[in-house]
């Protein structure tokens, strides 16, 4: 059965939420995801590019000194999301990992990827 296009659910194992729908009712990111998103959109809406579309998912992980203790368990949370424009051309995705620079910020235009600091340093659109 497939699942409707804007859904939200509770996940039990990891804990979390994910989320699939419209960009307008995303759930909140981090307060550093937040301003690169505002960085991004800034750049994007100067040239009618906007995004339409987020897959989000907000997971618990139990931290690598706690899993000795099951009693003791302290959990990080992750967010990881994909957003992607109405024209299909661009798409940030952001993926978080327990391991030391395993996660990746990433945009996508045109299928060429870039690291999202070096991108916002350096811009480059699908209609350059």
């Known amino acids: 059965m497939p699942l409707p296009y804007n859904y939200t659910r509770s996940l039990n194992l990891p804990k ?15 307060k550093s995801q937040e301003k690169i998103l505002i960085k991004i959109q800034n750049i994007l809406i100067n040239n009618d590019i906007y995004f339409s579309k987020v897959w989000y998912g907000k997971f618990k992980q ?9 009693s003791q368990v302290k959990y990080i949370n992750q967010h990881n999301f994909a957003m992607i424009s109405d024209c299909g051309r661009v798409l940030w995705r952001r993926y978080e990992a327990d391991s030391p620079g395993g996660s990746q910020n990433t945009i996508y235009i045109k299928g060429k990827k870039y690291f999202i600091n070096k991108w916002l340093n350096n811009p480059i659109l699908p209609n350059n």
């Open 16 to 30: 979390g939420l994910s989320y699939c729908g419209s960009f307008e009712n995303r759930p909140a990111l981090t």
């Open 62 to 70: 139990p931290t690598k000194n706690t899993m000795r203790s099951l």
